[in-house]
Nanobody, 123 residues
């Protein structure tokens, strides 16, 4: 049974920082790909960042240089350090697990398990 639980969301002022966490259970690292997605109300879910078994991160252009994805295999925890937050970053953030390696695209359907989401609001 695979379960992902996000935490760390909240409300911050523009330019502020947040660290999101995703605790993963029922899965042993580093077999697959872990990713962060976000969904703005009324819009489609979009990829944010991903990290695979090699520990190398990928990011969408809109967050590159501001967000950092990392993982702690010993803790089975995925992180997203978010800095210089902007109002357009406001969204529900989800972590996701893909059993295969990280894809080269950002299709949400390529991920097998999802967390419940954590809300990030930037004003």
């Amino acid at each position: 049974h695979v379960q992902l639980v996000e935490s760390g969301g909240g409300s911050v002022q523009a330019g502020g920082s947040l660290r999101l966490s995703c605790e993963v259970s029922g899965y042993t690292y580093p077999r697959g790909c872990l990713g962060w997605f976000r969904q703005i109300s009324g819009k489609e879910r979009e990829g944010v960042a991903a990290i695979g078994k090699d520990g190398l991160p990928t990011y969408v252009d809109s967050v590159k240089g501001r967000f950092t994805i990392s993982k702690d295999n010993a803790k089975n925890t995925l992180y997203l350090q978010m800095e210089n937050l902007k109002p357009e970053d406001t969204a529900m953030y989800y972590c996701a697990l893909r059993f295969a390696g990280c894809p080269v695209t950002w299709y949400a359907l390529e991920y097998d398990y999802w967390g419940q989401g954590t809300q990030v609001t930037v004003s």
